[in-house]
């Protein structure tokens, strides 16, 4: 009931080892950190030299980095839409770095076909999925694994979390020490609270038990294709299942929810 595999197909999920199939989902939080230091595999080298943000607008193909010479076509980046045109022929899986967006060190991946707009900040150790968007303004403070084909929306602020594939956080949200599963969308002003006003350890009620979680700072597990209504928060230590609907305006109360739950 508890285990990653409860919320969430792994099945194509690039980092399954982040989870173990007999512990509860949030252990992920205690291995994340040892998990990007292994497997985090930085391309953005060559840009740390021009200061923290970017002089000028650049694209990632194959490994090179393009400061002249390309045209850029605009589009839904998630769907592939997003067209980088040089000499005629579009390059296929290429990223793109706005002018004005700040990578913070140099221990951040951005993967194939992904785009990072103006004003989006990036601290590593960051992973980047492919075809995903870092909007304008968006905030991301370290420690976080994005999936493909995911949003970061205008100032949202993201930090020690997880984004499955195909989770959109788009607007004004906050992501603290959370895991968003597949095709996730949080509604504009959904935050994620992470900590307990009172200074004691996270704790989760399932089925009349209560689960210490070791953990002073938790947010929400989101299982796959769960929506969230706009300005909702989720109290410390909320887990909802599957295909669950937060109305907007709620507060979530900590605890387990199983698969199907409307929340209003």
């Known amino acids: 009931m508890l285990a990653a595999e409860d919320f969430f197909d792994l099945s194509d999920w690039a980092h399954p080892e982040l989870f173990t199939r007999k512990e509860p989902v949030w252990k992920a939080f205690t291995r994340l950190k040892s998990y990007l230091s292994d497997v985090l595999q930085p391309n953005l080298p060559e840009l740390s030299h021009s200061g923290p943000v970017l002089q000028k607008t650049v694209v990632l193909q194959q490994g090179e980095v393009l400061t002249s010479g390309f045209e850029l076509r605009p589009g839904d ?80 602020e993201m930090k020690h979390s997880v984004m499955l594939d195909g989770a959109k956080a788009g607007h004004f949200a906050y992501i603290g020490d959370s895991i968003l599963g597949n095709r996730t969308n949080l509604g504009a002003g959904t935050k994620l609270a992470n900590l307990k006003i009172v200074p004691t350890q996270v704790s989760v009620k399932v089925n009349d038990k209560i689960h210490d979680t070791g953990l002073r700072k938790f947010g929400a597990i989101i299982g796959d294709d769960t929506e969230t209504g706009c300005n909702s928060v989720t109290n410390p230590g909320t887990l909802l299942g599957r295909r669950c609907l937060v109305y907007p305006g709620i507060s979530v109360r900590g605890g387990y929810y199983r698969d199907r739950s409307v929340i209003r």
């Open 77 to 156: 980046a998630t769907k592939g839409n997003y067209q980088v045109i040089q000499d005629g022929v579009v390059l296929e899986e290429a990223s793109v770095l706005y002018a004005g967006a700040c990578l913070m060190d140099d221990n951040i991946f951005i993967g194939p076909g992904s785009v990072v707009e103006p004003g989006a900040l990036i601290k590593g150790p960051t992973i980047i999925g492919g075809s995903c968007e870092i909007r304008q303004g968006a905030y991301l403070r370290g420690h976080c694994l994005v999936g493909d084909r995911c949003v970061v929306g205008h100032t949202t």
